[in-house]
């Protein structure tokens, strides 16, 4: 695996005061859910916000900076990531706090706990969460949603640290939500949020949320290698339904291949690369485009840099 240049050096002598995990190119695979995908130049993971912040202040604007989560609806792609990646966890970003009806969650928090919690607090409308295998920092960026329910419905606002390590608050209407979409400004890193729920019966939530589990269970390749939905359902339709249609299921590329149990997901059969993962992407959109007139777009987010052909 080509590796790039140390720049953590620069890095802390840019931020004399930095308490967190600084990383020279250590390998993104272990770190995404397809287990795939090359290495970060620096991977930081901060103390806590303040740390966050204190880093970013001082680093060259120049330098890219990706966020990463909990990697489940993510292709690294096997060059790596250039730059700086940021990687949010520990007690400082993963904690629930309950207030009544209200739920402050740090960005690192799965989706999973987040409902988990609220169940526990007897808080309605919170029990689609158990369904996303994602974080509360990917849900914000693209308004994740599941089983009828999605982050748009409960949010209250959210926090977070801008390029500048300047803090920065959003209102609900300020997030601009869409169908799995944020106009959240780019260079923010998103480190809490708080969400609203409503009274409800303990019991009658956790069947719900067993009811979430057992649909996710039965449909979809959950103990898989794989990123969850690859595309998005265009306007009045299923991607699933074109992705079939098309003649794509148990489709096929080096290691990587459309599931049988449901088509709208990829999965690492076999030793897959990255580039295998979103060449059969690419590919299941080609033919799906050629029989359908269809445009099927992403919803699983690819970054880094293809593998260098030099050499």
Not at 155 to 169: N, S
Not at 174 to 179: H, K, L, Q, V
């Amino acid at each position: 695996m080509t590796a790039f240049p140390d720049i953590t050096p620069a890095i802390r002598a840019a931020a004399p005061s930095l308490r967190g995990r600084l990383l020279a190119n250590p390998s993104l695979a272990d770190l995404t859910w397809f287990r795939v995908g090359g290495p970060a130049q620096v991977l930081f993971t901060p103390a806590d916000e303040e740390d966050l912040a204190h880093l970013l202040a001082g680093l060259d604007p120049e330098l890219p900076v990706t966020v990463i989560g909990l990697g489940s609806n993510l292709i690294v792609r096997d060059g790596g990531i250039p730059g700086l990646t940021i990687r949010l966890g520990g007690k400082a970003f993963g904690s629930v706090e309950i207030d009544g009806e209200t739920l402050r969650a740090g960005t690192a928090v799965p989706d999973m706990r987040l409902a988990k919690a609220a169940a526990e607090a007897s808080l309605d409308g919170l029990a689609f969460f158990r369904g996303i295998p994602g974080s509360i920092g990917g849900a914000l960026r693209m308004n994740a949603g599941a089983h009828g329910g999605e982050t748009t419905d409960v949010l209250v606002e959210a926090r977070g640290i801008d390029r500048t390590g300047a803090p920065r608050r959003f209102t609900h209407a300020e997030m601009g939500f869409t169908y799995r979409h944020s106009e959240a400004p780019e260079d923010v890193i998103f480190t809490s949020a708080l969400f609203r729920g409503r009274p409800g019966d303990r019991a009658g939530i956790e069947a719900e949320m067993d009811r979430v589990t057992a649909a996710r269970e039965a449909a979809q390749p959950i103990r898989e290698r794989t990123g969850g939905s690859t595309f998005k359902n265009p306007p009045g339709g299923k991607a699933w339904q074109l992705v079939d249609a098309a003649g794509c299921r148990g489709l096929t590329m080096g290691g990587a291949q459309v599931s049988e149990m449901h088509c709208n997901f990829l999965i690492n059969r076999d030793g897959a690369t990255a580039a295998d993962i979103e060449g059969l992407g690419e590919e299941v959109r080609r033919r799906v485009r050629e029989t359908s007139g269809v445009e099927l777009h992403w919803e699983i987010k690819r970054i880094g840099v293809p593998a260098s052909t030099d050499g």
